[in-house]
């Protein structure tokens, strides 16, 4: 058996991939001959015909055929390390795709934790690449435009042209999907995975202790200042009735791409629109919106993020949370809200009780959602991902790889609905199937899967599917499942969670921006430095190393130097280009 390779940072000695690669040199009855290509055109190639009538060019067959290769053939491909996979080489969708490819498939498994930065060592240090990335957040749109026009990552308009077919069947009934995938080159850099789920798109939410409230005799917070009340009461007047004062009110997990279990997200909403979402990388925490005028601001030179953090400080500084919210790592903060001897989190941010407790156990049913908090000056807003959907930068092809045409096959693959179902939900009629006409969905209308006539249970360790790690077309959402009646099941709890944060959406939120390769680079090289010096005075200022008061126009100052103004003409001209007409058309009718 074939190992997957972990791959390890390490900043002093740099990174050495051995990526093994299999030419087929061997020849079987081949003929030259002149056949039609899935673009129309004419080309001579060599072709053969195995015993089930597949024809292979080149050694590869048509399109939307099987096996892709006439030979066993070695593929290598990267994806983030999912600690829900217990082993990829016995995976069974992952065999399957070996099986039905007839690829010898290498899984180069990157770190959980800062593998963006294993992606830039491995550019900058021309490590040896895989035959395809997937599900890499780092990839974002600036980013691919440099990347495409240094000749590091290939442009797949040509190869979607010629292998697409279950990909050409998305893009009829969501044009949209290449037009937010089109870089203003006239380059498509990454072929993104597309589904629509609604309770996701509100992903920035925040849980509360239910037994904690019911032992304080407090009702739910409404504002920023009864969220604190509680917070101290926790603190103070041991709600879990075990006679000490063990209980954390607040923690937050940052570390190891927690889904929204940073602090600065939901808790910043009552001063300022934040959009941060669940990793640490400057792509997904542009701290950037919208002014009611179609102007593109930055969040952290404005008051409102000032009054935020000395909020955040107030509470650090008095103990109402855990001290290491910048370090913690998703596995501790659900250690500590399964602690055995005493429930002690009194509330934390997160995307679903799935990913800060047990998924079968109870201590998951003590958390309940809380609805976005009003701040002092009256502000009561939600994270809306309105142009959820496209997600950037899933597949993504190096230049280097020979094998860029098999890499479009089995992208192409993974956006049947089978694949979809099985990375989700695992194999048909055994551990889901569909439903009978007339079955209520959580959502109220036709329920579109089954689950419960298997025992996969989404977010636990398993070896049935690869947890999304190669996605593709979600032609339904997840809250589609069949509504069993059970209060406590994650979709049930998704959705009506979202019920709660729907009443506060605005229009604040910037959709997602394309640059050109000029702009993408420039972009890249201000923004990141700006990242990095906003994620350290953000912690340095909550902590109270540093007194916000007395620093914050020097902070400010800084942001301007490193290059702030322009990010934002880039931002706004990014803006213009895209979406300006259309923007304005929906709000100001």
């Known amino acids: 058996m074939k190992k997957n390779k972990i791959a390890v940072v390490s900043m002093l000695l740099g990174i050495a991939m051995l990526l093994g690669a299999c030419d087929n040199t061997e020849a079987t009855k081949e003929t030259t001959t002149t056949i039609a290509t899935a673009t129309g055109e004419k080309s001579d190639s060599t072709t053969n015909e195995n015993v089930n009538g597949v024809v292979f060019t080149d050694g590869i067959s048509g399109v939307n055929q099987f096996p892709f290769v006439d030979t066993p053939t070695e593929f290598v491909i990267a994806f983030p390390y999912a600690p829900a996979i217990l082993d990829v080489d016995t995976n069974e969708q992952a065999l399957h795709l070996e099986e039905i490819s007839g690829l010898d498939i290498i899984w180069d498994i990157l770190p959980e934790a800062g593998y963006d930065e294993k992606i830039n060592l491995m550019i900058a240090g021309g490590s040896a690449l895989p035959d395809l990335f997937a599900s890499v957040g780092t990839f974002s749109t600036s980013m691919l435009a440099t990347l495409g026009s240094q000749g590091i990552v290939a442009p797949l308009e040509d190869l979607i042209e010629k292998w697409q077919y279950n990909f050409a069947q998305l893009v009829e009934e969501h044009p949209n999907v290449l037009t937010q995938s089109t870089s203003p080159d006239g380059h498509i850099y990454f072929v993104p995975s597309y589904g629509s789920n609604e309770p996701n798109k509100f992903s920035q939410r925040f849980w509360i202790n239910q037994n904690f409230l019911d032992a304080l005799d407090l009702n739910m917070p409404q504002t920023?200042?009864?969220?604190?009340?509680?917070?101290?009461?926790?603190?103070?007047?041991?709600?879990?009735?075990?006679?000490?004062?063990?209980?954390?009110?607040?923690?937050?997990?940052?570390?190891?791409?927690?889904?929204?279990?940073?602090?600065?997200?939901?808790?910043?909403?009552?001063?300022?629109?934040?959009?941060?979402?669940?990793?640490?990388?400057?792509?997904?925490?542009?701290?950037?919106?919208?002014?009611?005028?179609?102007?593109?601001?930055?969040?952290?030179?404005?008051?409102?993020?000032?009054?935020?953090?000395?909020?955040?400080?107030?509470?650090?500084?008095?103990g109402l949370m855990s001290s290491d919210v910048f370090t913690m790592a998703k596995e501790d903060l659900r250690s500590l809200v399964e602690f055995e001897e005493a429930e002690i989190i009194g509330s934390l941010p997160c995307g679903g009780p799935h990913d800060f407790a047990n998924t079968s156990g109870e201590r998951r049913k003590s958390y309940v959602i809380v609805p976005p908090l009003e701040g002092p000056d009256g502000t009561r807003q939600t994270y809306w991902e309105e142009y959820a959907g496209v997600t950037t930068g899933t597949y993504v092809i190096p230049t280097a790889s020979e094998k860029k045409d098999i890499a479009m096959k089995l992208i192409d693959y993974m956006f049947t609905e089978e694949m979809r179902m099985w990375s989700r939900y695992g194999v048909e009629d055994r551990d889901w199937k569909r439903p009978d006409d007339g079955v209520k969905a959580w959502d109220g209308g036709q329920a579109m899967v089954d689950v419960t006539i298997g025992n996969l249970v989404w977010g636990e360790t398993q070896n049935v599917h690869l947890v999304n790690r190669m996605p593709g077309w979600s032609r339904f959402a997840s809250h589609a499942n069949v509504d069993t009646g059970d209060p406590y099941n994650l979709e049930k709890v998704l959705w009506d969670a979202h019920l709660e944060y729907k009443p506060y959406i605005t229009n604040q939120r910037v959709p997602p921006l394309l640059y050109t390769e000029a702009e993408g680079r420039e972009y890249s090289e201000l923004f990141n430095t700006l990242h990095l010096y906003v994620e350290q005075m953000q912690a340095e200022f909550i902590t109270g190393q540093r007194d916000i008061d007395t620093e914050w126009d020097s902070f400010v100052e800084e942001c301007n130097k490193i290059g702030l103004p322009r990010i934002l003409e880039i931002n706004q001209t990014a803006f213009d280009r895209q979406w300006a007409d259309s923007w304005k058309a929906t709000y100001f009718q």
């Open 224 to 318: 920023t200042e009864e969220y604190y009340d509680y917070l101290v009461a926790v603190k103070h007047d041991d709600p879990n009735g075990n006679g000490k004062e063990d209980e954390i009110p607040l923690a937050a997990a940052p570390v190891n791409s927690g889904w929204q279990e940073h602090i600065d997200g939901f808790l910043l909403m009552p001063f300022i629109y934040m959009d941060t979402t669940n990793t640490q990388s400057a792509a997904g925490r542009r701290r950037i919106f919208m002014s009611p005028e179609g102007t593109v601001e930055y969040a952290c030179v404005q008051e409102g993020y000032k009054e935020g953090l000395k909020y955040l400080h107030r509470l650090f500084e008095e």
